[in-house]
């Protein structure tokens, strides 16, 4: 079992800055891809930002050259940087973490933060 933590989330202007951590313990051997996701209200769970043990990244266009992704594998914690904030970002932003262990594929889900876009 992994167990994911999220912080970071909160109101912010639009314009602003928001870095969300996500920090995850228990069984953490063989994760491959951490990443996150967000919902907003009335809409499907939809991908951000996600990065393989590698280093490779993969954006939603949407937030390309806004959001960075980066993965401390020391401290077994991934971290989104968010930049230029819109109000349709304005989302719960789940963290993700895939693991593989022989053949089978685990995914894992952090509970949420809340991420306001407002004036």
């Known amino acids: 079992q992994v167990q994911l933590v999220e912080s970071g989330g909160g109101l912010v202007q639009p314009g602003g800055s928001l870095r969300l951590s996500c920090a995850a313990s228990g069984s953490i051997f063989s994760i491959n891809a951490m990443g996150w996701y967000r919902q907003a209200p009335g809409k499907e769970r939809e991908l951000v930002a996600a990065m393989t043990s590698g280093g490779s990244t993969k954006y939603a266009d949407s937030v390309k050259g806004r959001f960075t992704i980066s993965r401390d594998n020391a401290k077994n914690t991934v971290y989104l940087q968010m930049n230029s904030l819109k109000p349709e970002d304005t989302a719960v932003y789940y963290c993700?973490?895939?693991?593989?262990?022989?053949?089978?594929?685990?995914?894992?889900w952090g509970q949420g933060t809340q991420v306001t876009v407002s004036s």
């Open positions: 993700n973490a895939d693991q593989l262990v022989g053949l089978e594929l685990y995914d894992y």
